[in-house]
Structures are given as C-alpha cells and as structure tokens.
C-alpha cells in the first residue's frame, strides 16, 4: 500500500509540473557592510547596464519537463547594486549611459564605474525522494565590472554570482519558489562582490578611503 501511494504521488507530480508557465517576482536585496567600513572618497559616475536578465527556468528532468518559470532579475539587481555603491563611495552620480573619459574632469568626476551584465541562467531539477519531491533551484549571474579614471586609467575584472536553494513538496509546487530564492541568493552574493572588485579597483587608481574633505 505503502509503495503504491508513493507511485502515485510521484505520478501526481509529475503531471502537475508538466506543460506549465509560472511567473515569479524577484525582490531587491541588501548586503550588509561593516559599521567601521568608511566611504570611498571622491566623486563618481555609474553606468550599470540592465536589461538582459529576463530569465526562464526550466528543467530536462521527467518530473519537471515542460514547467517553466520566468522571472525578471534586471529590476531588483540594479536597485540593490545602487543601494550598496551609493554606501560604498562618498558621491556617486547613476548615468543613463557611459561618459567618454575626456569628459570626465569636465563634469566634475574623479572616476567612472561600469557594471555590464553578461550571461545569465536559472533553472531548477524535480527529484523523487520517497513520497516527496526535492526541488533545487539554481541561478548563476555574470557581469564585468569596469573602473575608468580621469587620466585613462582602466581596470577590468569579470565578476560572477551564484545562487542555490532547496525545497520539498510533495506535488512539486516549489520550483518558483526555489528559482526565486536561488536568484535572489546570487544577487546578493554578485552585488556583494561586485562591491569588493570596485573597492580594489579604485585603491588600485589610488583613491582613498574615508570622507571627502
């Protein structure tokens, strides 16, 4: 009795994730920065490009084959990456486009930071585990991320964020909800970093840290 209720659960699941379209709602995130962290000094212009990250999510697996979820990650990553630069350096100015290098001194910046999203995925695996489904999400973010002074100076570094998350359901009805905690995990891991890079890469330009007199 015991297996055959198992069997049809699995059953159950498998036709309840099949031929289907979700869509999940991504949220911004917050990384926390240390209380004695100080602000770079300085005056900066930011172009974070956006756009590119309207994921679908799905899986090749037979319990999850054709259950597809869409999520929109352009929104939510750019206000927190904001969020966390606008905590990072002392005066920062978002552009709506790149500013040529000799035009840099003209308007007042010290350095121009670039963020370009790169490759993008999200997707999730259904696998049976005795009357119940495991479902992982999974959600992997690319950018580079650019610091480009006054004088010409420009440095480059390719940053890359990952996301995991775990659900358990005995219908499978967690696949949006575990792309969407994986996206949002790997947001906060890329914004986390790409706040790191740009840290290093403006002490390598020779931009101080703490408040600008």
């Given at each position: 009795m015991k297996i055959a209720f198992i069997i049809i659960a699995a059953f159950v699941a498998t036709v309840n994730l099949s031929a289907c379209t979700v869509h999940t709602e991504i949220n911004a995130v917050e990384i926390k920065q240390p209380k004695e962290q100080q602000r770079i000094a300085g005056r900066y212009a930011a172009f974070i490009q956006t756009g590119g990250w309207n994921l679908t999510a799905g899986t090749g697996h037979f319990?999850?084959?054709?259950y597809n979820v869409t999520l929109d990650i352009n929104e939510a990553f750019q206000a927190s990456l904001k969020k966390a630069l606008s905590q990072t350096l002392h005066s920062v100015t978002y552009t709506k486009a790149a500013i040529p290098i000799e035009n840099l001194s003209k308007r007042g910046y010290d350095n121009q930071i670039l963020i370009h999203q790169g490759n993008a995925e999200a997707r999730y695996s259904a696998e049976p585990f005795g009357w119940i489904l495991q479902i992982y999400g999974y959600t992997q973010l690319a950018t580079t991320v650019a610091s480009l002074d006054k004088q010409g100076k420009i440095t480059q570094n390719d940053v890359i964020g990952y996301g995991v998350n775990t659900q358990e359901e005995v219908l499978g009805f967690k696949r949006a909800e575990a792309?969407?905690?994986?996206s949002e995990v790997a947001m906060r891991d890329l914004v986390k970093k790409i706040v790191a890079t740009v840290r290093k890469q403006l002490a390598s330009h020779g931009?101080?840290?703490g408040q600008k007199k």
């Open positions: 319990a999850g084959g054709g792309v969407k905690a994986a931009n101080s840290v």
